[in-house]
């Protein structure tokens, strides 16, 4: 009761910051959306590491929260209102402090996605139940920084794009790195998250919101896949316990094996989902963040999706989904859910142009460019890397 009570507290808040055409309402359902995250990831009353974990997100979010203060100050002080119409159209009465409150937002937008240097509580997060890592530390709460640098654009000059792009980049390499030597499958996945947020950080800086947004939605729908196949594993390794839902390691032997045919389909799709590869709609989100970058940018791309690439294989070399396929059940109970964000993983559902072309979103991908036939060079050349890597069983070694 005290789990479902807390969830749906938390899905008030976040329709509450969605719906919120005033930043100072956003304020007060991003205080919200941080209380109900810091009663989850504390659910486990009994478990030792769910205490501290939930004291450090509060407390890591509350240093981002006060520097949200500090941005609502500033902001009432240069345009005298809070109202998002409003915003959009008047013109700055003092710019000289224009700097220090993109700033102070952009501090908070840090330590609510999770971006360098308040990047640390997300992976100790995966303390709490596996459903609210899929919804809140995967899909939805620590992507409200995103949403936040696309709703309010005009709060933050160039100079703070800069600052937030280049915390992006390092935050996804960094991320990406730590991802390939985690042994907890939902840590691996946290790191993931981080990694994954730090690109739409640092496309929104660098690109444009609608390209950020887009992956924003499409990577939840495929991380949230992930944590919640995640969960059933977890279930099954540890006999039905509610006891630290982490333990078993990904190195345990036969880790995968209580996955039915159906979750191992699902795991495959969402997994090539969030690596880009073509037919998902992973690959029309990336393909559309990498028409809009070039040099230094595209390179630190291409670097952050090898990463996506390696640490997933190696999520894949442990658990094995193909292995004795025939012999696992059809279906189980905890594949439902999976089993529906695969379906939506697939390009079919949100474009009839499996290149991309105009789909629902009306964002245009011309396949026939250089930059589209270079980033699919660069897929095939990973691919073949990692075949190669598998064959050698630099997994294991890892």
């Known amino acids: 009761v005290r789990f479902f009570q807390t969830l749906g507290f938390f899905m008030f808040a976040m329709m509450g910051l969605l719906l919120a055409a005033n930043l100072f309402l956003t304020f007060i359902f991003w205080e919200l959306v941080g209380l109900t ?35 609502l100050i500033l902001c009432w002080g240069i345009y005298g ?9 008047t013109a700055p009465a003092d710019e000289s402090l224009q700097f220090f409150m993109g700033l102070s937002i952009f501090l908070a937008i840090t330590a609510k996605s999770a971006q360098l240097p308040m990047h640390g509580w997300l992976a100790d997060a995966m303390a709490g139940p596996t459903p609210v890592s899929a919804l809140i ?8 920084g995103i949403f936040l640098i696309g709703q309010y654009p005009m709060l933050f000059t160039e100079s703070v794009q800069e600052i937030a792009g280049y915390t992006g ?11 390939l030597s985690q042994t907890k499958i939902k840590r691996l996945l946290a790191w993931s998250t981080m990694s994954q947020l730090g690109l739409m950080v640092m496309t929104s800086a660098w690109h444009n919101n609608t390209a950020a947004g887009l992956h924003l939605m499409f990577h939840g729908i495929a991380k949230a896949g992930l944590f919640l196949i995640a969960g059933t594993l977890l279930l ?9 839902e982490t333990t078993p390691e990904l ?34 989100s990336k393909e559309n963040i990498a028409s809009g970058f070039s040099g230094i940018e595209l390179a630190g791309f291409i670097l952050i999706n090898f990463l996506t690439l390696l640490y997933l294989s190696r999520l894949l070399w442990y658990i094995k989904p193909w292995s004795d396929f025939k012999l696992r059940a059809l279906f189980k109970k905890g594949d439902f859910s999976p089993a529906i964000l695969a379906l939506a993983s697939l390009w079919i559902s949100f474009s ?18 250089t930059g589209a036939h270079l980033s699919l060079g660069f897929l095939v050349a990973g691919v073949l890397l990692i075949a190669f890597l598998w064959k050698r069983d630099f997994f294991s070694k890892l």
């Open 352 to 369: 009839i142009n499996p290149g991309g072309g105009k789909n629902y979103f009306n964002i245009y991908v011309n396949a026939g460019n």
């Open 251 to 284: 190195t345990t032997p036969d880790f995968g094996k209580s996955l039915s045919r159906t979750g191992s389909v699902s795991l495959l799709i969402v997994a090539a989902s969030l690596t880009g590869l073509p037919l998902t709609i992973g690959f029309i």
């Open 169 to 179: 980049l390092i935050t996804a390499l960094l991320a990406g790195w730590n991802a």
């Open 37 to 71: 995250s810091y009663l989850l990831i504390g659910f486990y009353r009994e478990s030792q590491d769910a205490g501290p974990a939930s004291l450090k997100a509060m407390l890591i979010n509350k240093v981002g929260d006060a520097a949200f203060m500090i941005g």
């Open 137 to 144: 530390h995967s899909a939805t709460m620590v992507a409200a």
């Open 81 to 89: 209102t809070f109202d998002l119409n409003t915003l959009n159209t």
């Open 236 to 244: 099954n390794g540890h006999n039905h316990t509610q006891q630290n």
